[in-house]
């Protein structure tokens, strides 16, 4: 279960081999206008499945309608907690109750699977295990809609005979997380840093066996004693936000190597500036 859970959590984070759905023309070659309502918002339902918890949320017809979507979330996700937070629609759509009860029981064989649905469009997105059994209950769903849709549905097809160990290796090979920037002198880094940092995180999140290494550099400006004792300090600081950010510090190795390894000229202010770097590596733990 945990290796399961493990590579669905890398492959959220990390995409996969996307498969669009083929959706075909509903019930007849004529495509008449959707149905009219009234309503004080726009028809929308949301659906999201994820770390054992279902969220539903969106506009019901009635109560009669409540019960079917509690219903079909009983029988559908039956080992989840689930969560609703229904809103009045008035006058519905003809299709909306069959609809929104049809789309839970689509997100069957999905995992972490979201959706969203309102009066003239469709999104899914979803990890799967056999994308041929997935494509079959959204066409199911698809009959129900009326013609003129527009269908946006998403599918990352996963093996999971597949380790989570593999995956997070042959991610690590081309991982390229961006450059973590420092002012001159200091161990403040400068904005653009973070979202590096945050995707060297989610990364970390989802692959625990590994370790991170976190190498400082400076430029070659002041003695070599000092460029050694500021970059040491900058990735203590790198560290200390993935700290922060859940990270064990156990898994964590942080090095400062000064300025011996230049990445652009020292003579030029821009050559500086890429010197003082951090580099980050991340490397597995298991064979």
Known sequence: MRNTRDILAILLLLGGTIWSVPMQPGRDDVE??????????????EV??????????????????????????????????????FRALGVAP???????????????????????????????????DDEPVASARLQSLHRILPPGFTVDIQLTEVDKSTSANSLCQRQFAVLKPGSVGFAESGTEMRAAAYPVLDRIIALADACRDSTISITGHTDSTGNEAWNRHLSFARAQAVATHLEDGGIDAQRLIVTGAGSSFPVGDNATRYGRSLNRRIEIKLESTTP
Do not use: C, K
């Open 48 to 85: 999201t499945s994820f770390r054992g918890t279902l969220d539903l949320t969106g506009h019901t017809s009635s109560q009669r309608h409540e019960n079917r979507l509690r219903e079909a979330a009983a029988e559908n996700f039956a080992e989840q907690a689930v969560q609703f937070e």
């Open 94 to 128: 003809d299709w909306w109750d069959d609809a929104t009860v049809a789309l839970l029981a689509s997100l069957t064989s999905m995992e972490s699977p979201s959706a969203y649905l309102n009066h003239d469009r469709l999104r899914i997105r979803a990890i799967v």
């Open 32 to 45: 008449p206008d959707p149905a009219a309502y009234s309503a004080t918002d726009p028809a929308e339902f």
